[in-house]
T-cell receptor
């Protein structure tokens, strides 16, 4: 069964460093998303992406964040200068985008980002 | 604004007991989608069910059942004859019905099933 994959599973970085989190959405899906979950808290929406541009973004998704689909399969989230409070689990999701009746979002296993 | 409330932070049950996880939502939309996701200890988010607001039929899938009541804005999830493998955090979520919109999650309910 097709699934969303994410790499790495765990990333440790120093404060102020740039990180890139990678995702491979389900192959025929058209909408891609990033969410984050700070330890022990609820899952929060960051950004959605469709047709090579941002569709929606939350207040969390400030200028430190960017997303890109560099090729036909990968979808990346970049944090330019990480802060301690960026430490969280980052989930990628995708949906087929064909119609509102089939837009269930399927999530990847997550990347745990630890900022020291 | 949309909001999902899962008032039960943690629940512990003994194996084979039935357990119901509560979910109450707020939205100004007349049509919307409701979801349940499971997050086992390994951390991934596993899709369980999606329900359209115009379909109030309850659903059963094996030991899982969902009770959607629009009149009380609730979408509760019942596990019958719980098993240790059901131990996880369960999230209820809500989205607009225009398709491919952000999910708004509740804070989750941690279910522990004890053998």
């Amino acid at each position: 069964e097709p699934e969303v994959t994410q790499t790495p599973s765990h990333q440790v970085t120093q404060m102020g460093q740039e990180v890139i989190l990678r995702c491979v959405p389900i192959s025929n899906h058209l909408y891609f998303y990033w969410y984050r979950q700070i330890l022990g808290q609820k899952v929060e929406f960051l950004v959605s992406f469709y047709n090579n541009e941002i569709s929606e973004k939350s207040e969390i998704f400030d200028d430190q964040f960017s997303v890109e689909r560099p090729d036909g399969s990968n979808f990346t989230l970049k944090i330019r200068s990480t802060k301690l409070e960026d430490s969280a689990m980052y989930f990628c999701a995708s949906s087929d985008g064909l119609s509102s009746s089939t837009d269930t979002q399927y999530f990847g296993p997550g990347t745990r980002l630890t900022v020291l | 604004a949309q909001k999902v409330t899962q008032a039960q932070t943690e629940i512990s049950v003994v194996e084979k007991e039935d357990v119901t996880l509560d979910c109450v939502y707020e939205t100004r939309d007349t049509t919307y989608y409701l979801f349940w996701y499971k997050q086992p200890p390994s951390g991934e988010l596993v899709f369980l069910i999606r329900r359209n607001s115009f379909d109030e039929q309850n659903e059963i899938s094996g030991r899982y059942s969902w009770n959607f009541q629009k009149s009380t804005s609730s979408f509760n999830f019942t596990i019958t004859a719980s098993q240790v493998v059901d131990s996880a955090v369960y999230f209820c979520a809500l989205s607009e019905a225009r398709g491919n919109t952000p999910l708004v999650f509740g804070k989750g309910t941690r279910l522990s099933v004890i053998a």
